[in-house]
């Protein structure tokens, strides 16, 4: 059982900690803060701060979109943390972190937070006797500012080469100690294949525990990163000539203590019931993947031979399928889906509460499963694999096409999310490739870099300016 807030807040200054980040993610992906002193964690819990429904309305750039629904002064909500879920961050300086989640003044939750809707599609799951159990991917790279402001990889080695972690053995080390001091689980890190990047694999957890590992864990791989004089990029794209940063999540599934994804009869052990819950994620991937991938940028790393899955396909073991299942084996360990389309723009909140909305349809309404596709489904006939959403605006259409999800996400989210989705596609519009990937490539805006011409790091005003709204460039 959890100890009472100010219990906890009492152990936690016992152990010399002084402040608490409470964070939450808005409809761009990136986490926003606010930060109380210990002694105040009680009346954050109960109260909370607070915070704008504006800044839901704030595009990838920070500045606020304009003729979005939620682009007014108007309004007030308290951001209240979640006590059971309080960690340290930075413990050797007094930091601790919690996640929050966003209420109206009168006590009632805000029908637009992004970690209520993920909670409430938990414990819809949970009445159901479905357990879902959830983990992340995280992939960067660690860079420094070239000449021209672009990341340059800042540790050398090759492809998942033990070299590139032996040149970097000093930045694992502190890395792994600073997750380990922050109470964060995980599984594997390891060099990626592209340069100067890494990969940490998260350990699974309840889907509002797989969310707040992420959050967490991103803020502790950024102040690792900085102590070391580098950047973390995080963006789907880097640069045109390198591969893309993922996300990617994996899921297992239980319903009355029996595995839906392994001991059954049809493909790789599957069982009917986690074959129609399959079939179910699949059909609605145009629509996900408009929160799986929620920037302009993030269609640029889903291209066709790249292993970044742009088909609307699932395969066993295959990479270059959008949903990847994989078997149980002789290593004993679970069977579990990948979500192989998704980035680390994604609001993980947002993105789980999703899932398990579509996860818990496909329970309730089973349909049949196409067979699974090996190989790279480029290379089949045409007409034989769909393709994905090839841009924002594809996958917005389908995301407001959805049912399904605007019934589980409700009016005020969903359509807060679409006006989120249209200031993305015209904050890309008319902006070439380069410049695209260029103002994106340090995403997402940490300290104001790329709101501020000629720090480094950041691209040409020129190219702030045409990416921000006319009445924020002036």
């Known amino acids: 059982m959890a100890l009472p807030p100010a219990s906890m807040a009492l152990a936690l ?3 010399g900690l002084r402040w608490v980040a409470i964070t939450w993610v808005n409809h761009a ?56 879920a309080l960690a340290p961050l930075e413990p050797a300086n007094g930091w601790a972190w919690a996640p929050g989640e966003r209420y109206e003044r009168s006590g009632a939750p805000y029908a637009g937070d992004q970690r209520h809707l993920c909670r ?12 879902l159990r959830a983990g992340f991917e995280l992939e960067w790279l660690v860079a420094s500012p ?46 990626e294949y592209g340069a100067g990047q890494f990969e940490l694999s998260l350990a699974p957890g309840t889907p509002l525990e797989a969310a707040d590992r992420l959050v967490h864990a991103r803020l502790v791989i950024q102040r690792v990163t900085r102590r070391f004089g580098w950047r973390c990029c995080f963006s789907p794209k880097p640069s045109l000539e390198r591969v893309g940063n993922g996300g990617h999540l994996h899921l297992s599934l239980v319903r009355d203590g029996v595995p839906l994804l392994q001991g059954g009869e049809q493909e790789a052990g599957l069982t009917g019931t986690g074959a129609g819950v399959l079939a179910a994620l699949l059909a609605e991937l145009p629509a996900l993947l408009a929160l799986a991938c929620p920037l302009a940028v993030s269609y640029r790393r889903l291209a066709t031979g790249s292993w970044s899955a742009p088909f609307q396909v699932w395969g066993v073991e295959n990479r270059e399928a959008a949903l990847r299942l994989v078997p149980t084996a002789a290593d004993g360990a679970p069977a579990h889906l990948e979500l192989k389309v998704a980035d680390l ?51 917005s259409a389908a995301f407001a096409a959805s049912d399904l999800l605007r019934e589980a996400l409700g009016e005020a ?6 006006d989120s989705q249209a200031a993305e596609v015209r904050r890309a519009a008319d902006c070439s490739e380069a410049e695209l990937v260029a103002a994106s490539a340090w995403w997402p805006v940490v300290g104001g870099d790329r709101l501020k011409g000629g720090q480094a790091g950041a691209p040409q005003p020129a190219t702030i300016t045409r990416l921000r709204p006319a009445a924020l460039a002036a």
């Open 413 to 418: 989210l969903h359509g807060a999310l679409g």
């Open 29 to 84: 992906g990136a986490p926003l803060v606010k930060v109380v002193p210990l002694a105040g964690f009680e009346a954050a819990v109960a109260v909370g701060v607070g915070f704008s429904p504006v800044a839901d309305a704030f595009s990838a750039d920070g500045a606020i979109a304009p003729g979005h629904r939620l682009a007014r002064p108007d309004g007030d909500l308290r951001l209240r943390a979640d006590a059971a």
């Open 146 to 191: 070239a000449a021209d402001g672009t990341p340059a990889p800042a540790i050398p080695g090759g492809p998942y080469g033990a070299d590139r972690l032996v040149e970097g053995l000093d930045y694992a080390t502190a890395l792994l100690e600073a997750l380990e001091a922050a109470g964060l689980p995980w599984l594997q890190f390891h060099p």
């Open 345 to 395: 723009a994604a609001n993980p909140y947002l993105l789980l509460g999703a899932v398990q909305a579509v996860v818990a349809d496909g329970l309730e309404r089973p349909r049949p499963l196409p067979p699974p596709v090996s190989g790279d489904p480029s290379g089949l006939p045409a007409g034989a694999a769909a393709r994905l959403p090839a841009s924002l605006a594809q996958a």
């Open 120 to 131: 409430r599609q938990m414990e819809q799951l949970e009445r159901a006797r479905v357990e």
């Open 13 to 15: 200054a016992e152990q």
